[in-house]
């Protein structure tokens, strides 16, 4: 009977009712909130100003990623009401009278490709940036090739705006640009530098920016809300724009095709990057470590029969990095690829890139048939390799 009433009742109309503060992202199709039971867990309360557990309405379902707790509009109701006061909740709870948003159509892949890369052409890369980009490992020659470039001020987007119109590039359906409240095309922006994400065709389908630290330092002092170090270009919720999605970034090394349908997966397309230059193989970058299933579905729709998952090595310290590295391979496994999660000593870094950069000289002596072994769940166990990377 619960089941079959969660399945009319509107997850936000329960949250509602609950007096949950609800933010939306993603152009309201989903939201945020904070997590009632996080102060249960080790993690302590969720003090976040817009709370950490999502909200998804399509789908009738939430999930917080920081504690791992989910469940439904029963399950909401249950906790947060008890049981006989939660089925009357979700009786009544038939509408949601908060904010919604709807998004324009999002462009094709061809027509993104060329209107990313037209403003790519109208931005150029600050000597800070460059040399950020310097420092982690990446030469002049590979940050030109990928073309990474800084971000302007805010005024200047309507004159860049005004330049892709003039060149017949149309902006409404391209992730990032939007118009503002005078009617004017502009596009987001805030210190930090744009990182193309690519599909396996090279083709531009959208960005990630890396926010300068700087900027994040200021707005902590000024007590404002402080976006993530990485953030997508999304205009999802403003006026004629709309959401970019989760892109996974196929990286390949430059003068490399993707081909024996092996690939590397670790977290954000940066990394990404700078991992496929120095180990030389074509790598996955997942723009966050819950889109295990995102991440999975892109590699069976590549063709991929081997992978090798790196994920970060504070997953001995985090448990949510390590419960959604065994999702993703248990996902991966699922779908009929092998995977082998590869771990390195943590003295070469944290990340795969660190680790990259620290062997340095494009030589990584990870053993070359890695990736022919197969792997197998044993007893719904993963078996995890340690591999050592160490000089030669």
């Keep these: 009977m619960l089941g079959a009433a969660t399945d009319q009742v509107n997850i936000l109309a329960v949250a509602q009712a609950a007096g949950l503060s609800l933010t939306p992202i993603q152009g309201g199709r989903q ?22 557990l999502t909200i998804r309405p399509d789908k009738g379902v939430f999930r917080c990623p920081r504690c791992g707790h989910s469940g439904n509009a029963w399950t909401m ?39 990313y890369r037209a403003l790519l052409n109208k931005l150029i890369l600050s000597p800070r940036h460059r ?21 302007v001020g805010w005024e200047s987007t309507r004159g860049i705006c005004n330049l892709l119109l003039k060149e017949g590039y149309p902006l409404e359906g391209i992730p990032g640009f939007f118009q503002d409240k005078y009617g004017q095309w502009v596009f987001l922006t805030l210190p930090g530098f744009l990182i193309p994400v690519e599909d396996e065709t090279r083709m531009i389908q959208g960005f990630q920016i890396r926010v300068d630290d700087n900027y994040r330092t200021y707005l902590e002092t000024q007590n404002k809300n402080i976006p993530g170090k990485y953030i997508s270009f999304s205009s999802a919720g403003r006026k004629k724009g709309c959401s970019c999605g989760a892109l996974i970034h196929v990286a390949v090394p430059e003068g490399k095709s993707l081909q024996n349908n092996r690939v590397w997966l670790t977290e954000g397309p940066l990394k990404a990057d700078i991992a496929s230059q120095y180990t ?5 970058g997942i723009p966050g470590v819950s889109l295990y299933r995102q991440a999975a ?17 504070d997953f001995k310290d985090n448990p949510h990095v390590k419960k959604a590295e065994i999702e993703l391979l248990k996902e991966l496994f699922g779908r009929g690829i092998s995977a082998l999660p590869v771990n390195w000593s943590e ?34 166990i993963i078996l995890e390799v340690q591999i050592k990377l160490k000089t030669e």
């Design 131 to 151: 040399e950020d980009l310097s420092d982690r490992g990446l030469s002049d020659d590979i940050v030109n090739k990928r073309q990474y470039k800084s971000l």
């Design 347 to 380: 003295g070469y870094g944290k990340g795969i890139d660190d680790a990259a950069v620290f062997i340095s000289n494009g030589q990584i002596p990870i053993p070359k048939d890695v990736l022919e072994r197969t792997f197998r769940p044993n007893n719904k």
């Design 77 to 115: 109701a249950n906790e947060l009401f008890g049981e006989a006061r939660g089925k009357e909740v979700l009786r009544q709870a038939r509408w949601y009278n908060g904010p919604k948003w709807e998004d324009a159509p999002v462009a094709d892949i061809k027509t993104r490709d060329a209107v």
């Design 280 to 284: 030389d193989m074509p790598f996955l």
């Design 31 to 52: 939201f945020t909130t904070r997590c009632w039971m996080c102060e249960f867990s080790y993690l302590g309360a969720d003090t976040k100003k817009q709370g950490h």
């Design 297 to 313: 579905e892109k590699a069976v729709e590549m063709g991929v029969k081997r992978t090798a998952v790196a994920y970060d090595m």
